[in-house]
């Protein structure tokens, strides 16, 4: 769950940093749909919240099976953002680093 809201965190801090560098374009056309709607923060406190509710809820059945795909899921998850994050910070280095 660490990894999962860790990689959620930095992925958001670093594109919104990185949406204010005239050089730099996002991408991805959900994120984009949300910020021109202006729900993009509320959707990630809200990811936040049920991807962490969830592992917390998993963690607390007696099932293993549950336990180890609701923590695998969310660390999945949480690495791919990570990465996303890392890369954001790369791409903002390379421009506004300059």
Known sequence: MTVFTVGCVMDHVTTFYGIFIPAIKEVNPVVLMLIGSGSWNLVEVIL???GNGSGFFA???KSE???VFSMTAL?????VR???GFHNMIVICSIACI
Do not use: C, R
């Open 75 to 79: 660390l999945i998850t949480g690495t």
């Open 65 to 67: 099976w549950m336990i």
């Open 48 to 50: 936040l919240i049920l």
């Open 59 to 61: 963690s607390k059945t």
């Open 82 to 84: 990570l990465w996303a």
